[in-house]
């Protein structure tokens, strides 16, 4: 498949899943208790920025997840999707909010910015779904000022490095949803991507490989972050189900790092 082709078909797949991603998505962020500690995380990623407004890419941003919250602190943000379905919802869910925002549709691996153009570019679980996740990287940190910080959120969603506890409470997960919903969870999730797995690199993507990608770069002081603290908060407003099947079993990190001055 070529290169145009394999993009076409993931915004077509991405297109066919908005609605039901931002269902699943719309279950983060329900208390006041979720929202801060997101803050908080985000504030302390990006606090050596200083205190000042910010310009800030949310590469993949799909239905906006990062690109509201930063927003919400008082920041410059651009939100780009490949995805014009997740792209109105995203303008969709800033407009409600009364966030000023700008969505636009591009392709996070060869962006429509000059060098230099944002003081942080943040994405999360994009990476997973990008055929070219090095040229990505060099991509992001291309667009990023001297100084400026590259926020990386991922996790594996392969069923590679489960535990057999984890594999059981997946399946407990997805028959819960059978019974309980009518449906079998891991049908029709999406159109491609089972077929296209083999041109995605990164579809289980671990902390190792990004914090590798993102040396070769160029980007320095790369850490991981902890995120426990969140996904045990976030799963305080899923349903069992969900929870099962998906937040406690894969493994989810942030890495960061900087563009050298
Ligand atoms: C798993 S969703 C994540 C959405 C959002 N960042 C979030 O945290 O909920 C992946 C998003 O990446 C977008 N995407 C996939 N490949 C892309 C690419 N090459 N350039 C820009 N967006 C892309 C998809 O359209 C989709 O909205």
């Not at 990386?152 to 535990?163: A, F, K, P, Q, V």
């Not at 997805?174 to 995605?200: C, E, N, Q, S, V």
């Amino acid at each position: 498949m070529s290169s145009h082709n394999l993009k076409e078909r993931i915004t077509e797949d991405w297109n066919w899943r908005s609605q039901e991603y931002t269902g699943r998505s719309d279950m983060y962020l329900q208390s006041e208790k979720q929202q801060r500690l997101w803050q908080q995380t985000l504030h302390g990623l990006i606090s050596s920025q200083g205190e000042r407004t910010l310009d800030i890419l949310d590469v993949g941003t799909g239905p906006g997840f990062l690109a509201l919250q930063f927003a919400r602190m008082g920041h410059q943000v651009t939100g780009l999707d490949l995805s014009l379905s997740m792209l109105e919802i995203a303008s969709e869910k800033a407009a409600q909010r009364q966030l000023n925002c700008t969505f636009l549709q591009g392709d996070a691996e060869a962006l429509p910015f000059a060098d230099c153009s944002f003081d942080i570019v943040a994405n999360r679980h994009l990476l997973w779904t990008l055929p070219h996740p090095g040229r990505a990287i060099r991509e992001w940190m291309r667009v990023l000022k001297p100084g400026g910080r590259l926020l990386i959120m991922d996790g594996d969603w392969t069923s590679r490095h489960l535990s057999r506890k984890q594999k059981l409470r997946i399946a407990m997960g997805h028959t819960l949803t059978f019974f309980t919903k009518g449906k079998i969870p891991w049908k029709g999730k999406g159109r491609g991507y089972d077929d296209m797995a083999h041109l995605l690199p990164f579809s289980g993507v671990d902390p190792g490989k990004v914090i590798a990608l993102m040396e070769a770069a160029g980007l320095e002081e790369i850490k991981e972050y902890d995120v426990q603290h969140l996904l045990a908060a976030d799963a305080e407003s899923f349903p069992l189900a969900y929870r099962w099947s998906f937040i406690d079993s894969h493994r989810r990190f942030i890495v960061a790092g900087s563009k050298p001055e």
